[in-house]
């Protein structure tokens, strides 16, 4: 987009912030709750239709538009969007429409930062460094854009594991949560709201307060020096803080945390692998989410035979810790985990 009126970006704005908004425009409550519906819920030409009709709004001043934008569609039906933000600016969403025997849903895959201050050695996402934090706006536009350019299937679920750490935009996530959720907007429930942090203990502390969503964290190994290696983060907040915040976070909110598990092969899928994973984790409310490794031409690492992925999990469910294998979405548009890079 962007979407604003009188240069106030109405993506924004809080529930309650839209509705004092447009009561210094001269609107009733019950008028500036159909514009806050027809924002998030219905075709955007609707609201410029009640602004046309509105005689205590300015229909010029509101600006409507559509971010340049290219998409492209993987052979499992996933799209992944390339957004043109401001400064030249453009990050990556993906589209991911999962249908298996249990339930049918579209889950946005959305970003938190033009780039990333992290350097994980798997990632390519991390390669880019960080540009700048994005605005709420910018990541609620992230989803109304998919849901525009799909009115007939709506995002019903978000997940926070796009370019960036959420939780170095902490505040933004935050207010973008809130928005997300609200039962008069895009009525995404919290708890179809997963925010996935590389190990920013501190701020996993604040989010088992404020957040109330789901939690996933990017485990990739249960060693040391393992995970030192792959991710430079665990410097700074070892493996050991990182558990015991799990742990504080799921005994405050009642919540099983997803613990991402990267398989790499010869690499982080042998049995002392395992065992760490079991010792680690055994007295933890975990599951462990395995992502076979998305292969790229940044990297040389590979992912491991699919027989040693079923294994894997099945030892780790012989040991007692409930293990389940995520198959990624968009891998041959350069769309999976780890993948992101601004490029179609």
């Not at 946005?108 to 390669?127: M, P, R, Y």
């Not at 792959?230 to 558990?243: A, G, Q, T, V």
């Not at 040389?300 to 027989?307: L, V």
Request: glycine share 4%.
């Amino acid at each position: 987009m962007p979407i604003h009126y009188k240069n106030t970006y109405l993506c924004d704005l809080s529930k309650d912030e839209f509705m004092a908004f447009f009561a210094q425009q001269g609107l009733g409550s019950g008028a500036a709750k159909d514009m806050f519906k027809a924002l998030y819920q219905q075709p955007l030409n609707d609201l410029k239709i009640l602004f046309t009709k509105n005689k205590h709004l300015d229909e010029k001043q509101l600006k409507i538009d559509l971010p340049e934008h290219k998409t492209t569609v993987a052979q499992d039906q996933s799209t992944k969007f390339l957004i043109n933000m401001s400064h030249k600016e453009a990050v990556e969403a993906v589209r991911m429409p999962i249908i298996n025997q249990s339930s049918q849903r579209t889950t946005a895959c959305v970003s938190s930062q033009v780039g990333c201050a992290l350097d994980c050695s798997f990632c390519i996402t991390g390669t880019l460094g960080l540009k700048r934090n994005l605005k709420t706006w910018e990541v609620i536009e992230q989803v109304l854009l998919m849901n525009q350019r799909y009115p007939q299937q709506p995002v019903s679920n978000v997940v926070f594991m796009g370019m960036g750490e959420p939780f170095y935009n902490y505040n933004a996530i935050k207010r973008a949560a809130e928005i997300l959720s609200d039962h008069m907007g895009l009525n995404i429930a919290r708890k179809r709201i997963t925010v996935s942090t590389a190990g920013v203990v501190p701020k996993i502390l604040s989010w088992a307060k404020e957040g109330q969503t789901n939690l996933a964290v990017s485990l990739i190994s249960a060693i040391q020096e393992k995970r030192s290696q792959l991710m430079s983060i665990n410097d700074r907040y070892p493996l050991s803080e990182l558990l015991q915040s799990i742990e504080s976070y799921t005994q405050s909110t009642g919540k099983k945390v997803l613990c991402e598990y990267i398989l790499i092969k010869d690499l982080t899928d042998g049995q002392e692998d395992i065992e760490a994973l079991a010792h680690r984790l055994k007295s933890l409310n975990v599951t462990v989410n395995l992502i076979p490794y998305n292969e790229n031409k940044s990297f040389a690492y590979q992912r491991p035979s699919k027989q040693r992925i079923l294994k894997f999990r099945d030892d780790l469910r012989q040991k007692g810790i409930f293990a389940t294998i995520r198959w990624s979405y968009g891998h041959d548009i350069g769309a999976a985990c780890g993948q992101l890079k601004k490029n179609i």
